[in-house]
């Protein structure tokens, strides 16, 4: 078994502190749902974990069985098992997901990519309902919200990595995909032993990849942590109904704007 722990992490940009001590704990084979409303650090939290090199981790750790991640490029982080799937992935012209889960397996040293790879690659194409056509098209070339996050899932599988971060894998997917993307993941938790840690606003993700832990993040903070119910507990009482319950001011961070001289009137 392993585990990924995360202590009071601190992550800023441009020296404005978001991230303002985060501790979560998973093991794999967990499934932890991350929710909080737009703008409270998810997706920071999700780049920082990977190393973006726009975001500066000021304080804490983060540890893959007592390895510190933190100071690392991102490929050895990815070496060490850890796999996002972003928000907005990003399309790679000319590079089809194949060529791009060989670079992968290759970067990560252990003799690079299985002799079956595309064995492999087209059968968890099947698996996911991708068609050929996306096989060789670079990846994310015009691709639908749900091609992209089905897609995201293949190279999941292929790369079979320990930790599977998921930045809100369900945005943008109708009914179909969400269930496909979803059931794929939950499997591999199983199968594989897959530790996630699933980002998301809504807990309609969470009906097909069921968490063992749901975690609340406002204003850069894991303000509270429960089982399952948390989720549906939120959907009644909203992002706000909760802070006021808890007493947190902040639900999201804001970057102070610059102050404009001439922003008001009578200036
Ligand atoms: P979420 O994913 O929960 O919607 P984000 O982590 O994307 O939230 O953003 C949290 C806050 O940090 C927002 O106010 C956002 O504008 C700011 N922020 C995030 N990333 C950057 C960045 N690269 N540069 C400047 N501000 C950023
Ligand atoms: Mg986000």
Redesign the pocket.
Known sequence: MSTLTIRDLHAS??GFE?LRGVDLEINSGEVHALM??????????AHVLMGRS??QATAGSVTVDGVELLGLPTWQRAARGVFLAM?YPVEVAGVTVGDLVTAAFAARGNGGAPADLDTQVRDEARRLEISDEFLTRGVNAEFSGGEQKRMETLQLAVLKPTFAILDEIDSGLDVDALRDVARRIEAMTSDDNLGVLAITHYDRLLTELKPDRVHI?LGGRVVKSGGPELAQQLEATGYEGLAAELGVDEL????PKEADPFGEAGF
């Open positions: 940009v441009d978001i909080g409303p737009n703008g409270s650090g998810k997706s920071t939290l726009d975001y928000q993040l999201t961070v804001e970057k």
